[in-house]
């Protein structure tokens, strides 16, 4: 009778923030559907236009629309909500599953949904209890999101703006190849953007591209660390076995899985 008494407000939000196995399952599903939704958003990039993809389009529209709404409906500060970045990505995408023909050239910006991936405090925080690969991988993790995110992003951007005018990029895998190239300061030189919006996006990719996949990538090389606070010196990243603190010597209690050889 308790529980029947609970309003569905309350029920709501303990979905979306409580602890409860119930709500790290509801959580983990939201999760799910980002990833099935953001690997659909590439892999139809790629395809020619058809009613199945429209279908789904606004499908998929409809979820973010009923995800969205329920969110500010349980939220305790609503200007807030309406303020944050990763609301207006979720509207944007949202315009664009369901207007795909009167923004055809905007599709790119349905990528934005990645940003919502490992963003969540609370989807952290059960990846981090349920997951024991996770929370000795978690830096890395995020920073092969952010990654992909990143190449993504700039790989849409160059399709956007080159399809249709430049005969060297005639898909979404042709933008792909030319970004990881230029990325990666490779550049084979096979495909080169052009017209004068096409150099300036290819200088701003060679110029603050390179420089931010770099950074990304060294985040995901560098050796593994793991996050616990020193409580006098307060460095935060040690070895996963250390005892002392390296830079002040303080005994550590970092808990541990056991390490094996």
Request: charged letters at 20%; a positive charge; one cysteine or more.
């Amino acid at each position: 009778m308790a529980e029947q008494s609970v309003p569905l407000k309350t029920h709501i939000d303990r979905l979306y923030h409580g602890r409860s196995k119930r709500a790290r399952r509801f959580r983990f599903g939201l999760l799910a559907f980002d990833i099935a939704s953001i690997s659909f958003f590439i892999v139809s990039s790629t395809l020619s236009a058809a009613f199945w993809i429209y279908a789904l389009d606004f499908l998929i529209g409809l979820f973010i629309l009923a995800d969205l709404c329920t969110r500010l409906w349980i939220e305790e500060d609503r200007k807030y909500f309406l303020t944050r970045f990763t609301t207006w990505a979720d509207i944007i995408v949202m315009v664009t599953l369901f207007l795909p023909l009167l923004l055809e050239s905007f599709l790119f910006l349905r990528v934005l949904r990645a940003l919502r991936l490992l963003r969540s405090y609370h989807v952290l925080r059960d990846l981090r209890s349920e997951f024991a690969f996770f929370r000795r991988n978690e830096e890395v993790i995020q920073s092969i999101v952010n990654l992909a995110v990143f190449v993504f992003v700039i790989t849409a951007l160059v399709y956007v703006m080159q399809e249709g005018t430049n005969p060297q990029i005639q898909s979404y895998l042709d933008a792909l190849y030319f970004t990881i190239a230029t990325l990666t300061t490779t550049g084979f030189g096979d495909i080169t953007l052009q017209g004068s919006s096409g150099r300036l996006l290819a200088v701003l990719i060679m110029v603050i591209g390179v420089a931010l996949f770099l950074r990304l990538v060294q985040t995901i090389f560098r050796p593994t660390k793991v996050r616990y606070k020193c409580p006098d010196c307060g460095l935060n990243r040690h070895d996963p076995d250390a005892v002392h603190c390296k830079h002040c010597g303080r005994l550590l209690d970092i808990e541990t899985g056991g390490v094996s050889h």
